[in-house]
């Protein structure tokens, strides 16, 4: 599976942005998917997922009321719209995808098996 992610760029504080992911999986709507961001010198954390079992969407409590995350099993694509951007938002994004069934949220970075390259998003101050 491959997955390929785009829409980054910079943008000022109280900015939005939506990145897209494209997802080589099939079937595409029996795979659960997430968004991870990591900011130099940090961890990787999670942003969002949403599974095709167990529902969702599930939010990090930092971006929860400000991001979105949607799917569309028709294009094989993952969205993140981010609205009210924060300077400390700015980091690498990845999306993640994986096929077994999920009993939680995905909210490990070793829930996935498969990652796309990343997109980064700098907001400005």
């Known amino acids: 599976v491959q997955l390929q992610a785009s829409g980054g760029g910079l943008v000022q504080a109280g900015g939005s942005l939506r990145l897209s992911c494209v997802a080589s999986?099939?079937?595409?709507?029996?795979?659960?998917l997430g968004w991870f961001r990591q900011a130099p010198g940090k961890e990787r954390e999670f942003v969002a997922a949403?599974?095709?079992?167990?529902?969702?969407?599930y939010y990090a409590d930092s971006v929860k009321g400000r991001f979105t995350i949607s799917r569309d099993n028709a294009k094989n694509t993952v969205y993140l719209q981010m609205e009210s951007l924060k300077p400390e938002d700015t980091a690498v994004y990845y999306c993640?995808?994986?096929?077994?069934?999920?009993?939680?949220?995905?909210?490990?970075?070793?829930?996935?098996?498969?990652w796309g390259q990343g997109t980064q998003v700098t907001v400005s101050s």
């Open positions: 993640a995808a994986q096929r077994r069934a999920a009993f939680k949220p995905l909210s490990y970075s070793t829930d996935y098996d498969y």
């Open positions: 999986a099939n079937p595409f709507s029996r795979y659960s």
């Open positions: 949403i599974t095709w079992n167990i529902g969702g969407p």
